[in-house]
Nanobody, 116 residues
């Protein structure tokens, strides 16, 4: 059974930084992409950042230049470095993994709150 467990969320002042981590456990049929999504109250869930099996990255327009996605070599831990945080970055952040047969797995989410 695949499990994704996020950590690193919390409360930070605007302009500050946080680093989210996501630990992947369980058996998975290869990894196509790993990524982070977020959802703020009243908003739809949106892509924050994604990294493919070849290491190519993609970012949502609102976080380009401020956030950076990375992973360890074993593809067991995913990271999201968030700098220059803004109040509008406040949301629940979810770790996601899509395997080679396009099954998507989601973590339980971690709250990030940015105060002004």
């Amino acid at each position: 059974q695949v499990q994704l467990v996020e950590s690193g969320g919390g409360l930070v002042q605007a302009g500050g930084s946080l680093r989210l981590s996501c630990a992947l456990s369980g058996s998975i049929a290869g990894i196509r992409t790993m990524g982070w999504h977020r959802q703020a109250p009243g908003n739809q869930r949106e892509l924050v950042a994604m990294i493919t099996d070849t290491g190519r990255t993609n970012y949502g327009d609102s976080v380009k230049g401020r956030f950076a996605i990375s992973r360890d070599g074993a593809k067991k831990t995913l990271y999201l470095q968030m700098n220059s945080l803004k109040p509008e970055d406040t949301a629940v952040y979810y770790c996601t993994v899509t395997d080679l047969i396009l099954v998507a797995y989601w973590g339980q989410g971690t709250q990030v709150t940015v105060s002004s």
